[in-house]
């Protein structure tokens, strides 16, 4: 069982910066793909980027590219999403994912909100 926590999400201006936090706990991190979702209500998740196990190889959903950066810190159990210059349309519940094999974890989420 994996225990994820994020923080850092909020209100804040276009244009302006985040990052969010995952703190993971219960098993060993480095053993788990981390990804970040986001979800607006009355629709599915959506695969906003990835980072593997040791954080060698990243993935990012088109519309975030050049955006958002992904990072893990495998000492401290935790992955990051910094994002930067957000619009409008990244309004949604941002929520941390591990995966291994046919494991798969969720945490509560964090709302993000981007308006002026």
């Known amino acids: 069982q994996v225990q994820l926590v994020e923080s850092g999400g909020g209100l804040v201006q276009p244009g302006g910066s985040l990052r969010l936090s995952c703190a993971a706990s219960?098993?060993?991190?480095?053993?788990?793909?981390m990804s970040w979702y986001r979800q607006v209500p009355g629709t599915v998740h959506n695969l906003v980027s990835t980072?593997?196990?040791?954080?060698?190889?990243?993935t990012y959903l088109n519309s975030v590219k050049g955006r958002f950066t992904i990072s893990r810190d495998n000492a401290k159990s935790t992955v990051y999403l910094q994002m930067n210059d957000l619009k409008p349309e990244d309004t949604a519940t941002y929520y941390c994912?591990?995966?291994?094999?046919?494991?798969?974890?969720w945490g509560q989420g964090t709302q993000v909100t981007v308006s002026s």
């Open positions: 980072i593997t196990t040791t954080g060698v190889s990243t």
């Open positions: 994912n591990a995966r291994t094999g046919t494991n798969e974890y």
């Open positions: 219960g098993r060993t991190f480095s053993n788990y793909a």
